[in-house]
């Protein structure tokens, strides 16, 4: 069934809806689906009913947060930073430049996938399983993933629980904050659960989005492997224009809503739809054209507000190796493709494939 929902678009509505605190997350503030109008198998239902930080509210969701801080601090993720090299060179070194190969099962899939899960402390062979539940999540339209995935990550969780290693899982297990609060078995679940969600997915479509818009604009590419734009303000231009979530369900006011000049009513669905925020021309002068040079690369990419994506950090350290360590190893590289069919998701922007050549023409 068709639900009637309310989108922000703009820059400025979308951040001054995500930091207000009159307006929560969890499927509790929905009026409708308290009222039972809206099915509660619906997928959309129980995407927002799911028990990570994503669906709680402040003094909960702070406290989760903290946690969550506590074991994925600045120094774990940093300490990653030569896992993606090794990965990255890994990759590149599998691959055939005599013969045209996919970025996606290449590169921008096998990455994150293996960040992630050297991250969490996933075994390897566990990690296609994974991979395809949090695929089968962010379609937006399956009934049944939301169980399975929990149980999924509920066995593993169990599983670190007997055998800890240096995993951000255990991490999690150990955790407690100064009043001595650690994270409950099912806050522990959801956490981690969340964690496979943002970091499998949405990185790969980030990388296969910035590889494909640096082809498209080989100028832009220039500049960037030339050395007169650095790598880092490449990134946040690719972040700002091809963001790979377009949008997230839902947050609700708790009290009638003035923004951008619209009315929304306590208890209304609200989606957040950073894609176009990202591109608000009342922000960015051409906002649809790639620019690596322009001052202001200013995005919403990975939020805003309490609810801002702990796993930037990461994100942006994986994007600032893998293109660089791609266009050095590939400086002729070329799409093949410049219409490559698109993922089947509600949230996620990225192409299924891009086929690319490192040949000479």
Not at 26 to 36: D, F, P, S
Not at 345 to 357: A, C, G, I, K
Request: aromatic letters at 6%; proline letters at 7%.
């Amino acid at each position: 069934m068709g639900l009637d929902v309310w989108a922000v678009t703009g820059y400025e509505e979308l951040r001054s809806l995500m930091a207000d605190p009159t307006v929560k997350r969890g499927v509790e503030h929905w009026t409708a689906a308290a009222r039972g109008e809206v099915p509660a198998e619906h997928p959309l239902v129980k995407l927002v009913s799911m028990g990570s930080m994503l669906s709680k509210n402040p003094p909960e969701h702070t406290r989760l947060r903290r946690l969550v801080q506590h074991a994925f601090t600045a120094r774990r993720v940093e300490g990653l930073r030569p896992a993606v090299h090794d990965l990255t060179r890994a990759c590149l070194d599998r691959i055939d430049a005599t013969q045209p190969f996919d970025v996606v099962a290449a590169l921008a899939h096998p990455v994150p996938t293996g960040v992630i899960g050297s991250l969490l402390g996933v075994p390897e062979a566990d990690r296609p399983a994974l991979d395809s539940l949090v695929t089968r999540l962010l379609s937006g339209t399956d009934t049944t993933v939301h169980e399975e995935l929990y149980a999924y990550v509920a066995d593993m969780v169990a599983a670190k629980r007997e055998n800890p290693d240096d995993g951000l899982i255990s991490a999690l297990l150990r955790v407690h904050d100064e009043d001595g609060s650690t994270l409950s078995e099912e806050e522990l679940v959801w956490t981690s659960v969340l964690l496979v969600d943002a970091g499998f997915e949405t990185t790969v479509g980030q990388i296969t989005n910035s590889v494909r818009l640096l082809l498209e604009h080989p100028d832009q590419l220039a500049l960037v492997t030339s050395g007169k734009v650095p790598w880092e303000r490449a990134v946040e231009e690719c972040l700002r224009h091809s963001a790979s979530v377009v949008m997230l369900p839902f947050c609700f006011p708790t009290r009638d809503l003035e923004l951008g000049g619209q009315t929304i009513g306590a208890g209304e669905p609200v989606m957040m739809v950073f894609l176009a925020a990202n591109r608000d021309v009342r922000i960015h002068a051409l906002p649809d054209f790639f620019d690596v040079t322009r001052s202001d690369s200013r995005h919403v990419a990975f939020g805003h507000g309490p609810h801002h994506c702990l796993g930037a950090p990461l994100a942006r350290l994986e994007l600032n190796v893998v293109l660089p360590e791609l266009f050095a190893r590939f400086p002729r590289l070329r799409l093949l493709d410049s219409r490559p069919e698109p993922v089947t998701s509600l949230f996620v922007n990225r192409p299924r494939e891009l086929w690319v050549t490192a040949a000479p023409e």
